[in-house]
């Protein structure tokens, strides 16, 4: 896999640090909406370990309207200075609109991270024209900032296979470097808590297609709703749910809690093998 500037093997496990630009984010509540805090942000999880940084303007959920000149102006201009202060740092960016993804990627990003599914068709084709990254996500083709409702599939899993490789397939045919794309179930997006667990218990069928898998799972409803936690607490929940999924094959964990992710992460690649311990000195002295 190759993004930006970096080339990861087969066994390396991808930190992607949420850094929210919007004063009303389901999790942090605007923590990071000025640029002073964005970026102290952005450096606190570069040293916590983060690989990407992924940077989004609008808020997932239902909320106030952000036009596209608004999230222009909270994402534009901070890529342009993340990439001036980290050069060698993977930068994606949350969006939906294609304009938005053009000013991202003049700025120096080097990943679109689609998360609402290809809803702006056009978003895949600028990727290509640039020959960035691209997240390709499943939403069941709910409309951006909605909750689902009452949503049904005859197998949810089989519904996520067609629609991220058709958009991977798609992606490719416009120009985005085929080492260049990720594919993500998608949780919670346009999804019943059932829904979601079974993607996450059937992981493997998504990594069998030979895309990686991003998966995008830090404190969401279903792990929630499994645990009965509020937001604040569904840290425990949530890196249950990432060990699974690396062991499953994930490859790239898009996450508020860095620190914590990059232990879970490398207990994981410990434990299968491909990372040795960072010490190892118990009965061999």
């Known amino acids: 896999m190759i993004l930006g500037k970096r080339v990861f093997d087969d066994n390396q496990h991808l930190v992607m640090a949420i850094i929210n630009r919007t004063p009303d984010s389901f999790y942090d509540k605007g923590v990071s909406y000025t640029n002073s805090a964005a970026l102290d942000r952005v450096e606190q999880v570069i040293e916590a370990g983060a690989d990407i940084i992924d940077i989004g303007g609008v808020k997932a959920g239902p ?125 919670d997006f346009g999804k019943n808590t059932y829904h979601s667990l079974e993607v996450t218990r059937e992981l493997g069928r998504l990594v069998d297609t030979g895309w990686p898998v991003l998966v995008s799972l830090s404190n ?10 509020p937001v604040g607490e ?30 879970t992460l490398n207990t994981v690649a410990a434990i299968t093998g491909t990372r040795p311990p960072t010490v190892a000195r118990r009965g061999l002295a």
Request: aromatic share 6%; charged share 20%.
């Open 63 to 187: 909320g106030a309207q952000v036009d596209v000149a608004e999230e222009i102006r909270r994402t534009g201009d901070f890529v342009g200075l993340v990439r001036a202060g980290h050069p060698q740092v993977i930068i994606s960016v949350d969006t939906w609109r294609a304009t938005v993804g053009r000013v991202a990627l003049t700025e120096g990003a080097d990943v679109i991270n689609d998360a609402w599914g290809g809803w702006d068709p056009d978003l895949a084709v600028v990727a290509g024209e640039f020959g960035a990254g691209l997240v390709c996500t499943h939403t069941g083709g709910a409309t951006p900032r909605t909750r689902p409702h009452r949503v049904a599939y005859q197998d949810v899993v089989d519904d996520v296979l067609r629609s991220v490789t058709r958009q991977a397939d798609r992606a490719v045919s416009l120009g985005v470097p085929a080492d260049s794309i990720m594919i993500d179930p998608g949780h």
């Open 220 to 229: 969401k409803d279903f792990i929630g709703e499994t645990l009965d936690r």
């Open 234 to 263: 569904r840290l425990i929940g949530t890196l249950a749910a990432t060990s699974v999924c690396a062991w499953l094959g994930a490859r790239v964990f898009r996450v508020h809690n860095v620190p914590e992710t990059v232990q």
